[in-house]
């Protein structure tokens, strides 16, 4: 194929993926987008809730490998809608890195919090109540406050980066990224389930602390994920980002 062949077939590939993406409504576009991340966000903290309500806390082997599985299914499913995200720092590390706009972020992060609380609940409903009491639904409780929000910070920065190369990054794409997501979520959740619960989502905190009334130390799973969102940010954007990605040293 000569030069000219491939530059006429690129040209009309591109014209046609443009064309696609003008046809979508603005449902398509603005609405199912976020319902797609009130059900995928439902999905994912019920998932998580059950397994360490159900767990009793014995072992985290059971909530690892419910949500590191649950991630990946999801994210294959979802990513086409909305880009699967389901947690709040995943819409901001996508958003500072380019790849979502500004006025979706914040309806994004409100229908993730909806998903959560209603699986909280729904959790609340389908076990003892002294249990759940006892387990704050799956609301970790935060024993020394440092070493939770240093673990909850560390966790966090992993899962970014892996997020941000698997599924922004141009160089380091890969259709096996919500495999890899799902695969590092697991083995956060087995490293860290005993120091701070491994969260690295704020809403999966959120919801259960709605359902449970538990609202102690609760900032720590807010403001860990968050710094750990900017500072693989960073990375990305600094360090090893493709072209488009990279801020400086182009």
Not at 20 to 37: D, F, H, M, N, T
Not at 141 to 162: D, K, Q, R, S
């Amino acid at each position: 194929m000569s030069r000219e062949e491939i530059k006429t077939e690129v040209f009309i590939v591109s014209e046609m993926e443009e064309t696609g993406e003008k046809k979508k409504s603005k449902y398509e576009r603005y609405v199912q987008p976020c319902l797609a991340e009130v059900l995928g966000t439902f999905i994912l903290v019920f998932v998580g809730c059950m397994s360490v309500v159900g767990n009793s806390g014995t072992s985290p082997m059971q909530p690892a490998l419910s949500q590191g599985l649950t991630v990946a299914v999801l994210i294959t499913m979802f990513a086409p809608i909305s880009g699967g995200h389901f947690n709040p720092v995943v819409s901001l590390s996508f958003y500072l890195c380019g790849e979502m706009d500004l006025f979706l972020l914040l309806p994004y992060v409100l229908a993730q919090m909806i998903g959560a609380t209603i699986a909280a609940f729904l959790t609340k409903t389908l076990y003892p109540a002294d249990l759940y009491t006892k387990l704050l639904g799956g609301a970790f409780v935060t024993g020394a406050v440092g070493t939770a929000m240093l673990a909850e910070t560390v966790f966090t920065l992993i899962l970014i980066v892996v997020v941000c190369l698997g599924g922004i990054n141009k160089v380091t794409q890969s259709p096996w990224a919500p495999i890899c997501v799902g695969l590092i979520v697991a083995a956060n959740i087995l490293s860290g389930a005993t120091v701070s619960g491994a969260c690295m989502n704020p809403v999966r905190a959120f919801g259960p602390a709605v359902a449970a009334n538990h609202w102690e130390d609760h900032w720590v799973y807010w403001l860990g994920p968050t710094c750990g969102t900017l500072l693989a940010v960073v990375f990305i954007r600094v360090f090893l980002g493709d072209q488009k990605t990279r801020l400086v040293l182009k």
